[in-house]
């Protein structure tokens, strides 16, 4: 369950996720990970004690409830005005880490935020989800 002061995100139905999927591709060169897109159909984006994770369709020009504004493809389109974050797509962050794939969808790590160097990786998406989600709904 999230905070009383963070709105829920509705979940995602699967016309915004085969549309994300195709903007991640053509945009980025990257795949949306099973894992991650089954999050979104049950909650499309969330901020909960400082962990986003983003949403599929979300841009500050088109906001969610709360003005969640932190989509997949506006995010990554703001992380790589940083040189250097190309080669991986970032689905969340909070103020010290990035949480990162690369661009096939495997080997997720939390980087730091500002290095983008790894802190930590997971086995897969599905495991860094229930780690970072953890003790925080």
């Not at 962990?51 to 500050?60: H, I, K």
């Not at 040189?83 to 730091?112: I, Q, S, W």
């Amino acid at each position: 369950m999230t905070s009383f002061d963070e709105p829920v995100q509705p979940g995602a139905d699967e016309a915004a996720i085969a549309d994300v999927r195709a903007r991640l591709r053509d945009r980025f060169g990257a795949m949306l990970p099973d894992a991650y897109a089954d999050l979104l159909r049950r909650e499309d984006g969330l901020d909960v004690d400082g962990l986003v994770l983003y949403g599929s369709g979300q841009s500050p020009e088109a906001r969610g409830p709360g003005g969640f504004w932190q989509g997949l493809v506006a995010a990554n389109e703001l992380w790589r005005e940083v040189p250097g974050r190309e080669d991986y797509l970032v689905l969340g962050d909070n103020d010290l880490y990035l949480f990162t794939v690369d661009l096939d969808g495997g080997a997720p790590v939390l980087r730091d935020r500002v290095t983008a160097e790894p802190v930590e990786r997971f086995p897969d998406v599905a495991a860094a989800l229930a780690q970072l989600l953890a003790g925080r709904r």
